[in-house]
């Protein structure tokens, strides 16, 4: 069965960093488009970042400059890199490949 496994949450002081990691079971992370989605409370999942198979990357304007999405085809894994955090970072965060939802992975960064 397919699934995703998103790992690295946590809390952290503002302006720390953050890995998140999402490790895929049955899903090549190399030949599929995979994405971070968030969710803060109250608001709509949103997506964050993703990755292309031909390594396109895109982000949205809230984390331009302080997050980065990488994969190791290797680990069939994909990483999140979040720097310079704030508190509106805060949400669960989510690892996405087509029709496919990790459960989940707690950020909460405090002021």
């Known amino acids: 069965q397919m699934h995703l496994v998103e790992t690295g949450g946590g809390l952290v002081q503002a302006g720390g960093s953050l890995r998140l990691s999402c490790a895929a079971s049955?899903?090549?992370?190399?030949?599929?488009?995979m994405g971070w989605y968030r969710q803060a409370p109250g608001k709509q999942r949103e997506l964050v970042a993703a990755?292309?198979?031909?390594?396109?990357?895109t982000y949205a304007d809230s984390v331009k400059g302080r997050f980065t999405i990488s994969r190791d085809n290797a680990k069939n894994t994909v990483y999140l890199q979040m720097n310079s955090l704030k508190p509106e970072d805060t949400a669960v965060y989510y690892c996405?490949?087509?029709?496919?939802w990790g459960q989940g992975t707690q950020v909460t960064v405090s002021s």
């Open positions: 990755i292309t198979s031909a390594a396109t990357t």
């Open positions: 049955r899903i090549s992370v190399s030949i599929n488009r």
């Open positions: 996405n490949c087509v029709n496919i």
